[in-house]
């Protein structure tokens, strides 16, 4: 909207901007970690960083690196599956474990494929109501996939394509990442997204760290006449005629806007809270605080190390980008993931990240920076989130315990300093994210798309004239997804501005 020629003024709570796409050194200097998220493998998809329509990567120092090597999961008896871009690679991989499987992968990559074409071309676009959506993908068979897709679970695909134990569990893993359970019904869906993403688009980081995307983001905005305001936490919106007409601060000061207002926070902090004696349609209110939060939430360890990892099998597992311990019996895995729902804590789900292999400037010459992360309960059995301050030391140490049972020097000597967020630390930094909800709410199929935040709010416009919501609380919903631009669309064709005018390249 700063390129289309508008006054465009940021209010960021916190002392930089960035949300969940930040860049700190939290062990030791020298050392860079991502404060939330990591890979920008969705990003690279949308037409803003395909046809770099904000110049960001031409103009503006954003660079991005990727691997060929994307996950190796090591099971408990010592067997390997790895997972390459390259998908010859990947199956020969898989054929070691099953040859049917191997052949059934390549199948499903190709059929999933055809559906990620078609979803891609609404993913970044403004959604049609959740009718619209289904009608149109009745008129395909790729996108009538999907549409079945929607009633099953991602183990019920996996069960209908593959034999082996170890890779559908591996798969469905892949699933979780939505962070929902991947046995319930309706997770098929992120089943045919995730996959055929990761096998086109790769691990792809911002060099330097994921901070370097909002930064490159502010130099566009600044350079285009807009302002950032940091260190300023909006109280509520400032209303004018029955309509919003700015914001007011914690301190006091008034912030106007003669066009328009758009809120990147949580849904949930808009409405009523931030909207004090507005009439708001009915219903409006039980519903927003009926939206449901995600099945799980993230605890990250953050480790500097001398040398980076290496591990006890795999000979080149070392050289993948992620590394997942995985489980290999089936009802052990599903018990695991149900004491989870519970609110029980047992770190089965945790994974090595490590981003110095494909962007060394991230740590001095020579070391290297290791994330260990595992899906945990939001909050914990019969306590509130901040139960999270007693037991994230214990759970950090327990968790670099089962990374030292499939690696061999993440000793205290190779270990130069560590740290760890807990989804307690996650909601205290991002008020947006509650309990460390990175999406905001939950990504299940009756609050995605259409349905995002609510049917009838999914355009982006609020139920307020001249308010706005773009980020998480939207649609495409959480993650680095540049989502923004579907907003961004919305807003410039009410103010009669032509979109497609602002983002060609000279």
Request: proline share 5%; aromatic share 8%.
């Amino acid at each position: 909207m700063s390129k289309a020629g508008l006054n465009v003024c940021v209010v960021e709570e916190q002392p930089e901007v960035g949300g969940g796409t930040k860049t700190k050194e939290l062990t030791v200097p020298g050392f860079k970690h991502d404060c939330c998220s990591s890979l920008h493998y969705i990003l690279i998809a949308n037409p803003m960083m395909k046809n770099d329509e904000l110049g960001l990567l031409s103009e503006y120092g954003l660079e991005y690196t990727r691997t060929e090597k994307l996950t190796g999961e090591i099971f408990e008896d010592g067997s390997t599956i790895k997972f390459y871009l390259d998908i010859d690679k990947t199956c020969e991989s898989i054929a070691k474990i099953s040859q049917h499987d191997a052949d059934a992968y390549r199948k499903f990559d190709a059929k999933a494929g055809k559906s990620l074409e078609m979803f891609t071309m609404g993913m970044y676009e403004p959604p049609g109501s959740d009718r619209t959506a289904h009608a149109m993908m009745d008129q395909s068979p790729e996108s009538q996939e999907l549409l079945r897709a929607m009633s099953l679970s991602a183990w019920d695909i996996a069960e209908e394509w593959f034999e082996s134990d170890k890779l559908k569990i591996a798969l469905s893993r892949f699933a979780a990442k939505a962070m929902n359970n991947p046995f319930d019904k309706g997770t098929g869906f992120g089943f045919f997204i995730i996959l055929p993403f990761m096998n086109r688009f790769g691990g792809w980081m911002p060099v330097g760290g994921s901070g370097a995307l909002a930064e490159a983001l502010i130099k566009c905005m600044e350079a285009h006449g807009g302002t950032v305001k940091v260190n300023s936490s909006v109280k509520h919106f400032k209303m004018s005629g029955g309509e919003v007409s700015g914001v007011i601060l914690a301190s006091g000061e008034e912030i106007l806007a003669s066009k328009a207002v758009v809120a990147n926070i949580n849904v949930k902090q808009v409405f009523p809270g931030m909207l004090p004696g507005v009439e708001l349609p009915a219903n409006l209110e039980r519903n927003v605080n009926g939206l449901q939060q995600s099945r799980y939430s993230g605890f990250i360890q953050h480790i500097a190390l001398n040398a980076k990892p290496k591990f006890k099998v795999g000979n080149d597992l070392g050289d993948f980008l992620f590394v997942e311990f995985g489980h290999m019996n089936v009802k052990h895995y599903r018990d695991a993931l149900h004491r989870m729902d519970l609110g029980y804590l047992d770190n089965e789900f945790s994974n090595l990240c490590m981003p110095t292999l494909i962007d060394p400037s991230r740590a001095p010459a020579g070391k290297a920076i290791v994330y260990n992360y595992a899906l945990v309960p939001p909050v914990l059995k019969d306590a509130p989130v901040e139960k999270w301050d007693e037991v994230g030391q214990q759970t950090a140490d327990n968790m670099l315990e089962i990374a030292r049972r499939y690696c061999s020097n993440l000793t205290d000597d190779n270990i130069i300093g560590r740290s760890y967020v807990t989804p307690f630390d996650v909601q205290r930094r991002n008020s947006a994210m509650p309990a460390g909800d990175k999406f905001h709410f939950g990504m299940y199929n009756r609050q995605i798309g259409g349905n995002r935040p609510l049917p009838g709010m999914h355009t982006y416009r609020m139920p307020i004239k001249k308010l706005y919501m773009s980020g998480a609380s939207t649609h495409p919903g959480g993650g680095v997804t540049g989502g923004g631009r579907a907003a961004a669309k919305v807003v410039m064709e009410d103010l009669g501005i032509d979109f497609e005018k602002v983002i060609k390249r000279n």
